[in-house]
RNA sequence: CGGGGAGUAGCGCAGCCUGGUAGCGCGCUUGGUUUGGGACCAAGAUGUCGCAGGUUCGAAUCCUGUCUCCCCGACCA
């Protein structure tokens, strides 16, 4: 791998430069299958970090992990009919369970499906596990005291995608896929709420990364779903990323596996549900959101190595003193609980480690040399830039702690004020179209909901309705769409997104 | 699937026009000197030139076919 390839600048090609972060910060590589990704080491700790963070979140709201399997036979899911024209195009089909030798003309050995060993129904490989799970649900719902299943599962899914790119949009993803059933109406639309809240905070609080939320348009919700809420993050080219999504069901898969349950009073009614999930596409946002030209930046909370230190020294002799000094700030760091690591590798300059480590968007390196270990101290440098300061070796687990803290807090600050300034409101479709083409960002209009009239925008502009915002949606009495000049029945958020 | 580009060492590329025994940079290995912001010297290792045919004494190079990947569009968490 060349090292010294500069990462480009993300203002004259972001696409390239999101790559280069990606390769230099060496978290993934893709796979030899089309677009399916390798997560190395470092790129799948974020995602450990992640998961890890997401599922005391679930736990906390009453939910528990479950696994579901990975092939589903193929008439599931033309069980629900939208279900299946959302996804069918981009399905990977299992058809045979076994191979056969073959010998080709220049006598080189081969292998094919052998047609003895067709199945006869196909198999799909899960672009989602509704139709599994609600399969399943069927079979394990009778009562109302069977209510509710709240259940999540981690997974891998696969959706044969055309274009892909790396942690945005890969044909197989990890992600987790919350699956709920309800005797209410109203219990299973305040777990889409409660769910979506989840998503927010944890996007703010552990990836650093402000959200919009809101309500899809029809044309944008998934397919199945009867409302389609999201989290949307502005990433640093000004476009929108969909950073995780939460369906209210209805009774869609309900009735489509035939899932009833029976009340106190003795009659069947069709379940409620629900479904949520977020993928490892928020690796990809986390790295858009606070990376600089320099590589990848990560907020502390989801770094696999919060700290490294980095013992340096002349003199042969000298290596030993230092090596253990800093072994001591690492046992301290890693007894408080602070993923640290030392990297001691020798015939290294201490300064080729240190273009390393921002590469891979370790937020803290704390050098420790002679002149630090005289003085009982070390050196700080944040990756978020400022000038370098000395921190105590006697209270460093502490000072650590709060350092990393206000590293996440200012990602958090730094990206709320981009979003912001790059948010726009607007009335009028002329003014929309020339801002947008200037300096792209979020555009927050009066609308009317029209599906004609939002896919002659995305033609026009590329821009889409990424959601109609919750905090927005009061006072529209007066108001007239932006575009249409009926009156208005949303405010909408359009934005070009991945 | 339509339009454009590219397949040569782990990565990035040159060589192809004008056929003649495979090159460069980075990385890697070994030894030595170095080490507070990308070290240097020396010695090494690494190739089915995408694949299959053809032309030729001889093909990375010319011809034909084929596969794959990338970019732009259609699909999309």
């Not at 000004?238 to 349950?261: C, E, I, M, P």
């Not at 390393?356 to 830039?385: C, H, I, N, Q, Y």
């Not at 921190?391 to 990206?415: E, G, P």
């Amino acid at each position: 791998m060349a090292t010294d390839a500069p990462i480009t600048p993300r203002a004259t090609d972001y696409s390239q430069w999101y790559l280069d972060v990606i390769r230099e910060a060496q978290l993934a590589d893709y796979s030899p299958v089309k677009g399916s990704l390798v997560l190395r080491p470092h790129g799948f700790g974020i995602w450990e970090e992640i998961k890890a963070d997401l599922d005391s979140r679930f736990k906390a709201t009453g939910h528990v992990n479950a696994y579901f399997p990975l092939f589903i036979p193929l008439s599931f899911l033309s069980k629900e009919a939208e279900h299946v024209e959302g996804f069918a195009k981009e399905c990977a089909v299992v058809t045979h369970h076994r191979l056969r030798e073959t010998i080709s003309e220049s006598g080189k050995k081969g292998v094919e499906p052998d047609p003895a060993a067709k199945l006869e129904e196909p198999l799909i490989v899960r672009p989602t596990s509704e139709t599994i799970i609600w399969h399943m649900y069927g079979k394990w719902i009778q009562s109302h005291r069977d209510l509710p299943i709240l259940i999540n599962q981690w997974a891998n899914v696969v959706r044969w995608e055309l274009k892909t790119r790396p942690f945005l949009r890969t044909a197989e993803f990890l992600w987790q896929e919350g699956h709920t059933a309800h005797a209410t109406e109203q219990e299973a639309l305040d777990e889409t709420m409660t769910m979506l809240e989840v998503y927010r905070s944890f996007a703010h609080e552990t990836l650093a990364m402000p959200v919009t939320t809101g309500k899809k348009s029809s044309s944008e919700r998934f397919a199945g779903a009867v409302d389609t809420f999201t989290i949307e993050a502005m990433m640093q080219n000004n476009w929108a990323l969909q950073a995780g999504t939460s369906h209210f069901l209805g009774q869609n898969f309900a009735k489509a596996f035939d899932v009833t349950f029976q009340t106190e009073k003795g009659d069947r009614k069709l379940v409620w549900a629900t479904s949520w999930g977020v993928s490892t596409r928020l690796v990809g946002a986390a790295i858009m959101s606070h990376s600089d030209d320099t590589g990848l930046v990560l907020p502390p909370k989801i770094a696999p190595i919060q700290v490294v230190v980095i013992p340096i020294y002349r003199k042969a002799h000298e290596r030993d003193a230092v090596v253990e000094f800093a072994n001591k700030i690492v046992s301290d760091l890693r007894d408080s609980n602070i993923r640290v690591t030392l990297d001691d590798r020798p015939k290294m300059k201490p300064g080729a480690k240190y273009y390393e480590w921002e590469r891979k968007g370790v937020p803290l390196r704390l050098e420790v040399g002679p002149r630090d270990m005289a003085k009982g101290s070390a050196f700080a440098a944040k990756r978020t830039g400022g000038d370098k300061f000395s921190m105590m070796a006697d209270s460093i687990a502490k000072d650590t702690t709060s350092v990393l803290a206000d590293i996440q807090q200012s990602l958090f600050d730094s990206a709320l004020k981009r979003q912001l300034e790059n948010t726009y409101s607007l009335d009028n479709y002329a003014e929309f179209t020339q801002s947008l083409a200037e300096k792209g960002g979020f555009y927050l209009v009066p609308w009317r909901d029209n599906a004609e009239n939002e896919a002659a925008i995305k033609a026009e502009t590329k821009a889409s309705i990424r959601c109609y915002p919750n905090a927005s949606q009061e006072g529209l009495e007066e108001r007239v769409c932006f575009y249409s000049g009926e009156p208005a029945t949303h405010m909408a958020l359009f934005a070009r997104a991945f």
